[in-house]
């Protein structure tokens, strides 16, 4: 798995996509792997899933904040 997102990150960075494209590529590979997982609930899954580009970034920003 980490050298598929090695190569996604990879791939995604020098083919100029955005912060929003790159993170929705990522968290739609986490939800498949969820889903893969046998030990895992559909629910659960779909909760990684909620959190908007928007507001990651949001949450992001707030964390970047109160750290400095």
Do not use: P, W
Not at 9 to 27: E, H, I
Not at 48 to 61: F, G, H, T
């Amino acid at each position: 798995m980490n050298k598929f997102l090695t190569f996604a990150f990879v791939f995604l960075l020098l083919s100029g996509c955005s912060n929003r494209a790159m993170y929705d590529s990522l968290q739609s590979h986490q939800h498949q792997k969820c889903i893969e997982d046998s030990t895992v609930h559909i629910k659960e899954c779909e909760e990684l899933k909620k959190q908007s580009y928007d507001e990651y970034k949001q949450q992001r920003e707030q964390q970047l904040t109160k750290d400095n």
